[in-house]
T-cell receptor, first 111, second 115 residues
């Protein structure tokens, strides 16, 4: 039973355009969400997070949106750059240290 | 530039053999996590330590997996005996409590292949 789902295994976007990565969750107790980025042969690195008391958090080119009623979050990257090509994981937590991760979305930004 | 280190980076072994993976957390971090990445499940939490004490290993197959922290600078994950279904990338992550709820620093992973 996947509590956190990333239904798109891959996404290709032209450089300069917007990348939108989606994540759905089922557990209404989740109150904190993170996005990690992972390059090949490296561990995931923290990208951006959002608390359930917010519906948007922005950091430079990265914005995360949270829709609690739909149990959906999305990561927007604007403008997309070739260096953004990586696997992106979303993760959710319910007031504990325990994060449930999605299966990841591989983003390819085409030059 | 403080980093989590993991050894070995790659391991190929035969079914039934013992596998030991090692992790050196970032100096000063008091929480350590072991994750396993598979194509089907994404990143799964296997075990969690705080101040070297195991707090949660519910994600680990108990009959064959064991995790320990002999000291604050070393965490180990052992599989005995290993099986082909254990093939995956194993990540160690560290952080400080309670900040590790928000930020965990991952190592580069150990890629395990069990034949």
């Amino acid at each position: 039973d996947q509590q956190v789902k990333q239904n798109s295994p891959s996404l290709s976007v032209q450089e300069g355009r917007i990348s939108i990565l989606n994540c759905d969750y089922t557990n209404s107790m989740f109150d904190y969400f993170l996005w990690y980025k992972k390059y090949p042969a490296e561990g995931p690195t923290f990208l951006i997070s959002i608390s359930s008391i917010k519906d948007k958090n922005e950091d430079g080119r990265f914005t995360v949106f949270l829709n609690k009623s739909a149990k959906h979050l999305s990561l927007h990257i604007v403008p997309s750059q070739p260096g953004d090509s990586a696997v992106y994981f979303c993760a959710a937590s319910d007031r504990t240290y325990k994060y449930i991760f999605g299966t990841g979305t591989r983003l390819k930004v085409l030059a | 530039d403080a980093r989590v280190t993991q050894t070995p980076r790659d391991k190929v072994t035969e079914m039934g053999q013992e596998v030991t993976m090692r992790c050196q957390p970032i100096l000063g971090h008091n929480t350590v996590f072991w994750y396993r990445q598979t194509m089907m499940q994404g990143l799964e939490l296997l075990a969690y330590f705080r101040n070297r004490a195991p707090l949660d290993d519910s994600g680990m197959p108990k009959d064959r997996f064991s995790a320990e922290m002999p000291d604050a600078t070393l965490a180990t994950l052992k599989i005995q005996p290993s099986e082909p279904r254990d093939s995956a990338v194993y990540f160690c992550a560290s952080g400080t409590y309670p900040d590790s709820r928000w930020t965990q620093y991952f190592g580069p992973g150990t890629r395990l292949l069990v034949l």
